[in-house]
T-cell receptor, first 115, second 114 residues
Framework: KAGVTQTPRYLIKTRGQQVTLSCSPI?????VSWYQQTPGQGLQFLFE???????NKGNFPGRFSGRQFSNSRSEMNVSTLELGDSALYLC??????????????FGQGTRLTVV | QQQVKQSPQSLIVQKGGISIINCAYE??????FPWYQQFPGKGPALLIA?????SEKKEGRFTISFNKSAKQFSLHIMDSQPGDSATYFC?????????????FGTGTRLKVLA
């Protein structure tokens, strides 16, 4: 079974630009969450999507948005990039069948550098 | 109340020693406590997890100790090896707004000296 796939692995963008990151979850997983990881801040929750609907949102400005497609693939978009947006963006998928709290499987992340 | 406090921030242990990382939480609604291991350039991977109905869980050299009354849990790595050098994150999860939401600690960078 393939793991969580994130593309691209690395990105360099200029301040003010926008960027779109992609995440393909494990087959059968319908929950996809996004996290921002920076040194000293750990993993900060951005949002979670399930069946194309945003179910939860973290404390990030509206410049950060996402969506999920019918095949559970998800994209995250950041508009008007700021230097402080430089981070590793991680996507995690979960198998929500069965109803219990279960393991989140992470992708390798997209390293975004804003210059 | 949604925070998970993790300590220490960094840890250096000799090969063969015991590494101990601690986490504390406030929200009694948390019902799943995983530990993730992250190597440079990789995403976090689940190491071991515990639910609050048990006080200890052991998998190989890794043990979670859970103290429900103190709202604390810890990861013990026995016979630490250089290959264990990584960043470790604790997390706590609960049912919130129609989904299971994870709160992560800030991470502990472990270095095991050969």
């Amino acid at each position: 079974k393939a793991g969580v796939t994130q593309t691209p692995r690395y990105l360099i963008k200029t301040r003010g630009q926008q960027v779109t990151l992609s995440c393909s979850p494990i087959s059968g997983h319908r929950s996809v969450s996004w996290y921002q990881q920076t040194p000293g801040q750990g993993l900060q929750f951005l949002f979670e999507y399930f069946s194309e609907t945003q179910r939860n949102k973290g404390n990030f400005p509206g410049r950060f948005s996402g969506r999920q497609f019918s095949n559970s693939r998800s994209e995250m978009n950041v508009s008007t990039l700021e230097l402080g947006d430089s981070a590793l963006y991680l996507c995690a998928s979960r198998d929500t069948r069965g109803g219990m709290n279960t393991e989140a499987f992470f992708g390798q992340g997209t390293r975004l550098t804003v210059v | 109340q949604q925070q998970v406090k993790q300590s220490p921030q960094s840890l250096i242990v000799q090969k063969g020693g015991i590494s101990i990382i601690n986490c504390a939480y406030e929200n009694t609604a948390f019902d799943y406590f995983p530990w993730y291991q992250q190597f440079p350039g990789k995403g976090p991977a689940l190491l071991i997890a515990i639910r609050p109905d048990v006080s200890e869980k052991k998998e190989g050299r890794f043990t979670i100790s859970f103290n429900k009354s103190a709202k604390q849990f810890s990861l013990h790595i026995m016979d630490s090896q250089p290959g264990d050098s990584a960043t470790y994150f604790c997390a706590a999860s609960s049912w919130t707004s129609g989904t299971y939401k994870y709160i992560f600690g800030t991470g502990t960078r472990l270095k095991v000296l050969a």
